[in-house]
């Protein structure tokens, strides 16, 4: 049956049998004055019912399948994070000339407001975050990526990932530094402007996965607090966190 058809059919039918039981209506009780009366009583709550189920229940249906769906989406950010993501921050931290200075602004509290987290994010701009340093750091990066370069693309062919695309950029943005990485076969000596080159790759990815790791504890402190204690004593800009509670 070609596309559409059937719809074409299902509305004959249906207006078939409106015809049929209104005739019968008719021949019944014999008045058809009334059931005319009736007919167009139904006619004229029509706008009303496209009112009420086009643009009311639709649209919170719509709304429904949007939450549902970020919920899916920050699950998968999730298990980026766990996987690899505060591994990859720290290693980013470890380099980060200046950090003592910096932390203060990533070290979040039971009591951050939603507010908070934004404009923290905001904000990011006037906390420069850089990466210098890497060349005893090379093989370890290297390592970890190529390590990770299969879930990388599982995460990519994830179809969620369309309605997010600051974090598909954060995935390409990695795997081009694995990529990266894997093409060179002795990355402990590398020229100064190509060391240069692979910190700049760093820096794009450390700026763009501290907003995605802020966002994400944002949707965490406000959904599954559970988690976000987890999350919060594994901060990796505070060098004293522990998962252990005393």
Do not use: C
């Amino acid at each position: 049956m070609k596309h559409g058809t059937w719809q074409i059919l299902l509305g004959i039918v249906l207006i078939g049998t409106s015809v049929l039981l209104y005739s019968a209506q008719i021949s019944i009780f014999k008045n058809p004055h009334e059931s005319f009366f009736l007919l167009f009583q139904d006619l004229a709550f029509v706008p009303i019912h496209f009112l009420l189920i086009t643009l009311i229940v639709d649209r919170l249906l719509i709304l429904r399948e949007k939450k549902a769906l970020v919920n899916k989406l920050n699950m998968v950010i999730g298990i980026f994070f766990s996987e690899m993501g505060i591994d990859l921050l720290k290693k980013f931290v470890a380099h980060d000339p200046g950090m003592e200075n910096k932390k203060n602004n990533f070290l979040i509290a039971n009591d951050w407001t939603d507010r908070l987290f934004s404009e923290t994010i905001k904000n990011m701009s006037t906390v420069p975050l850089h990466v210098v340093d890497i060349g005893s750091s090379l093989p370890g990066f290297k390592t970890f990526l190529i390590s990770k370069k299969a879930f990388l693309l599982q995460l990519l062919e994830n179809p969620s990932l369309l309605e997010h695309a600051t974090f598909s950029e954060l995935l390409l943005a990695i795997f081009h530094l694995a990529e990266e990485l894997e093409m060179r076969d002795n990355v402990s000596q590398l020229f100064p402007a190509d060391e240069k080159h692979l910190a700049g790759d760093m820096e794009r990815i450390y700026t763009i996965l501290v907003a995605e790791w802020l966002a994400y504890m944002k949707h965490l402190k406000r959904e599954y607090p559970y988690l976000f204690s987890l999350a919060m004593r594994k901060n990796p800009f505070d060098a004293d966190a522990s998962v252990i509670i005393q």
